[in-house]
């Protein structure tokens, strides 16, 4: 059974397009993830939602909104795509605590590689 | 300066080796993830420490707090452990617990 999944797995399209990504988590899970990877292989934190609810949002292009229809689900929408965006993006999701001295294991989705043309 | 800094960039093993991979860190944390990225794309955590040391099969991690580093130990080097190796640290900003990336460790092992 897949814990975090993620479509399409591949993604190829051409400069101005809008295209989504949807993820999915069958954990019972609160909180979801979208990070972005690099060519470089740098990972790097986009949004977070907990409970349906837009918790983090670094410094993203508001070209890229989530929406999360439900604590299960956490897609992410990209509206006139540019060269830039080419990457993988992975969806995560962990169930947090809120504890100062706590810590939370994030479960990753296999990812989705986008090409911009 | 990255937050997160991951030593070296790119290791190469012969298989049977002891591997360490280093990451130092500069601000205040509740834990120290390392992560591990196969070739085919998948991330898989592989411990979370806030303190000492933790051991799974043949991998060890280590933490000092008071120095902000940390070590990935491989014991007996495999070929498939060829892989990305990433050190993140989270913490808790207001009521969100957020990772911080290293750059990674691309790890290759020849048989």
């Known amino acids: 059974d897949t814990a975090v999944s993620q479509t399409p797995k591949y993604l190829v399209t051409q400069m101005g397009n809008d295209k989504s990504i949807k993820c999915e988590q069958n954990l019972g899970h609160d909180t979801m993830y979208w990070y972005k990877q690099d060519s470089k292989k740098f990972l790097k934190i986009m949004f977070s939602?907990?409970?349906?609810?837009?918790?983090i949002n670094e410094t993203v292009p508001n070209r890229f909104s989530p929406k999360s229809p439900d604590k299960a689900h956490l897609n992410l929408h990209i509206n006139s795509l540019e060269l830039g965006d080419s990457a993988v993006y992975f969806c995560a999701s962990s169930q947090e605590r809120w504890d100062p001295s706590s810590y939370n294991e994030q479960f990753f989705g296999p990812g989705t590689r986008l090409t911009v043309l | 300066k990255n937050e997160v800094e991951q030593s070296p960039q790119n290791l190469t093993a012969q298989e049977g080796e002891f591997i360490t991979i280093n990451c130092s860190y500069s601000?205040?944390?509740?834990?120290l993830h390392w992560l591990q990225q196969h070739p085919g794309g998948g991330i898989v955590s592989l411990f979370m420490l806030s303190s000492g040391k933790k051991k799974h099969g043949r991998l060890i991690a280590t933490i000092n707090i008071q120095e902000k580093h940390s070590s990935l130990h491989i014991t007996a080097s495999h070929p498939r452990d060829s892989a990305v190796y990433i050190c993140a640290v989270g913490g808790w900003g207001g009521s969100n617990y957020k990772l911080t990336f290293g750059k990674g460790t691309l790890l290759t092992v020849n048989p």
């Open positions: 939602y907990n409970n349906k609810e837009l918790i």
């Open positions: 601000v205040g944390i509740s834990a």
